[in-house]
């Protein structure tokens, strides 16, 4: 069974950064994908960046150039590094990974909350 473990989250001021890290463990042989998604009160969730199991990173027009994804391979852990924060950036901020093939099974972290405000 693979769980993840999110870390990272709190209250930042505007402008300010913050490093979110997402631990999975349990038995995973491959990594086809791992994620960073965010959900705010009344919104749908929506994905914020990926890195595939081939080192190939993403991350979404809203947060480019503020945020990065990156992967320690060796200890299955997913960080996103979060800069120059707007009050927007707030939300429920969770961990996706997507293992295989064989087969494709996804979990889901269960969240930290990442709040941005004066």
């Known amino acids: 069974q693979v769980q993840l473990t999110e870390s990272g989250g709190g209250l930042v001021q505007p402008g300010g950064s913050l490093g979110l890290s997402c631990a999975a463990s349990?038995?995973?042989?491959?990594?086809?994908?791992m994620g960073w998604y965010r959900q705010a009160p009344g919104t749908q969730r929506q994905l914020v960046a990926t890195?595939?199991?081939?080192?190939?990173?993403f991350v979404a027009d809203s947060v480019k150039g503020r945020f990065s994804i990156s992967r320690d391979n060796a200890n299955n852990t997913m960080y996103l590094q979060m800069t120059s924060l707007k009050p927007e950036d707030t939300a429920t901020y969770y961990c996706k990974l997507v293992v295989g093939p064989p087969g494709l099974h996804i979990y889901w972290g269960q969240g930290t909350q990442v709040t941005v405000s004066s």
């Open positions: 890195i595939t199991g081939g080192g190939t990173s």
């Open positions: 349990g038995s995973i042989f491959s990594i086809a994908v």
